[in-house]
């Protein structure tokens, strides 16, 4: 390790490690070497030892590049100890060794956001007398709102009692059923510190050094949590950048970062991506915003070329031209993969894979059709329904309290249990306050002969499937659970497409070959339900050679040499709905971070007419970009000459 490698600012912010110290990381301003640089100075010039270091970042990808930079300035024996992970995996470990404290069991199911709205829309039918549903969006809106602070059901609107009465069952039903979401994850874990000091007392004996990357992105229960395990006289580092603070949908409070009480206030102002051109347009919009801490960003880097704007006719001539414009970068010598497009929503995107599908260029001197591309924010291997299916298989055997799972796969594959058949057995578990497992096993209701015995054998497939994975790997247990199932033959039956038939099976594949990495079954549903937190790490760039497509919030953290910011319209940036002034500063934050992204080019586009609601209206040019000084930007024809 050799300090040559950081600037003053940067060593600063390395060897400062006692009392609270904020970072303020500006936009590729090299944190992540900074963080990784102070974890290899505490362990090897200060003599502290890894266990006494916990790290927080709030997506796996993060905590896995931390790993693997700390990797390369100390030895894997001095760090095999030292706690690198996300919020979430955090308190993960924590309430797999405590949460009996608080009347669960430790082998309880992680749910997932799905879960939780089903359990939500199940609640909401005992409570709803009407013929249909309304929209639960409010209510889970609401839900999440409280949560995310910390608050109680006390603290919902008082001219909400439907939510309020959603809000108090769904505690009670995810403690019947002993499972614990993404969001109760930090809420318990702050539950057990703040009611069991013996607890917290030893989580803070151990860490004594603790940092938290992105701080901009915590919400009021992550600050509660940061707080509990640093008490009044730890060492807490936070680094991260209050104009990079773009989810407060997600619950996130910029005032964490813009208050922090600190003893110590360092600024990382030299970025390291961008050209000055760019730069330049970002840090002269970002300055608009009134609540911020005071930085001036500068480049290390070139003058650059100026910022191209364009304004075409229609969304399609938009399109078509952004198209263009990457065919022609890539006879320039570019890679697909240099490029991306970048949009404020994901309704954006369909007409620019039209135009990447229908746009024709050379490739090996013959004229093909379709631009390769890749859009962000897919559909992960588990988070698909054949996966969740089996996932569901192993969290009953872990957790048979696990009542959603077992509704997922009763009749999975079909096993001849009728709707009306599981209607009667939910009814008697609900009204007789009775685990679901209990019910399934006893059988204490009227049932016809051949339903009875289609529940049996569901029973006895779960009973036998636990003795597989009590009795050998996990992975040779998978499979015979697998076989036990017939699964294999379902997805033929259930799929026309053979092609969809052999990436089904595939992904089953997968899984199995993933177990065998695991000594038991509680470690592989905690990781593998943890890489499917809501805080995604569905954004990182695959390998293949393609153009990127995704949107503003997709593209933190990310940069590409040729950026193309797509519908910069007054409705979409800033959003319609958004008008408030603190909406509107996040607005402006989500266009910085946006424009950040690019390292060496960056056009910005719109259309003079989009289709909204239904209907083509006119459109007007972004409010932001009147904010661009006029000597940093070129205005070209829409359509690319060549």
Known sequence: MTWRDLNPPQQQAVKTVKGRVLVLAGAGSGKTRVITYRIAHLINDCGVPAKNILGLTFTNKAAEEMKQRARKLASRDALKDITLCTFHAFCMQVLRSDIDKLGYTTSFSLYDERDVRRVIQQLARLHYEGDELPSLEPVIEAITYVRS?????????????????????????????????????????????????????????????????????????????????????????????????????????????????????????????????ILKAASTVIKHNQKRHDKEVFSAGSIGEPLEIFHAPSEKDEARSIAERLVYYKNKGYD???????????????????????????????????????????????????????????????????????????????????????????????????????????????????????????????????????????????????????????????????????????????????????????????????????VKDRHSPKSEDRVNLLTFHSAKGLEFPLCFLVGIEDHVLPHEKREGSDELEEERRLFYVAITRAKQHLTLSMSRKRKRYGKETASIPSRFLFEIPKDLVKVVPYKKIV
Not at 219 to 237: H, K, M, S, V
Not at 427 to 437: A, F, G, S, V, Y
Not at 486 to 494: L, M, P
């Open 149 to 277: 602070r910390g608050l109680k059901a006390k603290d919902l609107p008082a001219d909400d009692p439907l939510t309020k009465a959603i809000y108090e069952d769904l505690a009670v039903s995810l403690r019947a059923y002993n499972a614990v979401d993404f969001d109760n994850l930090i809420i318990l874990t702050v539950e057990l510190f703040q009611n069991h000091p013996e607890v917290l007392a030893k989580y803070r004996e151990r860490y004594k050094y603790i940092m938290i990357d992105e701080y901009q992105d915590t919400n009021d229960i992550q600050f509660q949590l940061a707080e509990l395990l640093t008490g009044p006289n730890g060492n807490l580092c936070v680094v991260g950048d209050d104009d990079q603070s773009i989810y407060s949908w997600r619950g996130a409070e910029v005032k964490h970062i813009l208050n922090f009480k600190a003893d110590h206030i360092i600024k990382l102002e030299q970025n390291y991506r961008s050209t000055q051109n």
């Open 336 to 534: 697909w993969n240099d490029m991306a497009i970048l949009y404020r929503t994901n309704l954006l995107a369909r007409e620019f894979e039209l135009a990447l599908i229908e746009a024709p260029w050379k490739k090996d001197d013959k004229w093909v059709r379709g631009i390769p591309y890749q859009v962000f924010g897919g559909t992960g291997l588990y988070e698909r329904s054949e996966i969740k299916d089996l996932m569901a298989y192993l969290r009953i055997i872990e957790n048979n309290r696990d009542a959603e799972a077992i509704l997922r796969i009763i009749n999975t594959p079909r096993r001849g249990i009728a709707s009306g058949t599981l209607d009667n057995i939910t009814r008697h578990n609900r009204t007789q306050k009775l685990p679901l497992w209990d019910v399934l096993k006893k059988l204490p209701i009227e049932l016809s002969p051949r339903s009875k015995t289609a529940v049996q054998n569901f029973v006895h497939v779960i009973e036998e499937a636990k003795s597989f994975f009590h009795s050998m790997p996990l992975d040779k247990a998978m499979q015979n659970l697998i076989d036990l199932i017939d699964y294999k033959r379902a997805i033929e039956e259930d799929v026309k497409s053979e092609k969809v038939r052999a990436f089904k099976w595939q992904n089953v594949q997968e899984v199995i070959a993933a177990l065998k990495d695991y000594s038991n079954l509680r470690s592989f549903l905690s990781t593998s339900l943890l890489n499917r937190n809501p």
